[in-house]
């Protein structure tokens, strides 16, 4: 079975770092698109960064300088390191795993909350 279990999450302060951590297992890993999403309260879900099988990355703007993703295919994993995070980065964050023409996989999300 597609598992995409997301880890890391948790109270930081603000302009602190975090790590999160994605773990794909059912899949063929290396193949994916894979992506950092976040949904805070009351609000949308929005794509925060992505990268791709090649390695090649995105951001948001919103997140650009601050956020660093990357993948390690051996590992099958995911990893979106955070700095200098600010109480608005307060959100669940969902991995996601993108292939053309076939579903996607979301994982349980994270708990990140950002307060002093």
């Known amino acids: 079975q597609v598992q995409l279990v997301e880890s890391g999450g948790g109270l930081v302060q603000p302009g602190g770092p975090a790590r999160l951590s994605c773990a794909a297992s059912?899949?063929?890993?290396?193949?994916?698109?894979m992506r950092w999403y976040r949904q805070a309260p009351g609000k949308e879900r929005e794509s925060v960064a992505e990268i791709t099988s090649g390695g090649s990355s995105n951001y948001a703007d919103s997140v650009k300088a601050r956020f660093t993703i990357s993948r390690d295919n051996a590992k099958n994993a995911v990893r979106l390191q955070m700095n200098s995070l600010k109480p608005e980065d307060t959100a669940v964050y969902y991995c996601?795993?993108?292939?053309?023409?076939?579903?996607?996989?979301w994982g349980q999300g994270t708990q990140v909350t950002v307060s002093s």
């Open positions: 996601n795993a993108y292939y053309p023409y076939v579903p996607q996989y």
């Open positions: 059912g899949i063929i890993f290396r193949n994916y698109v």
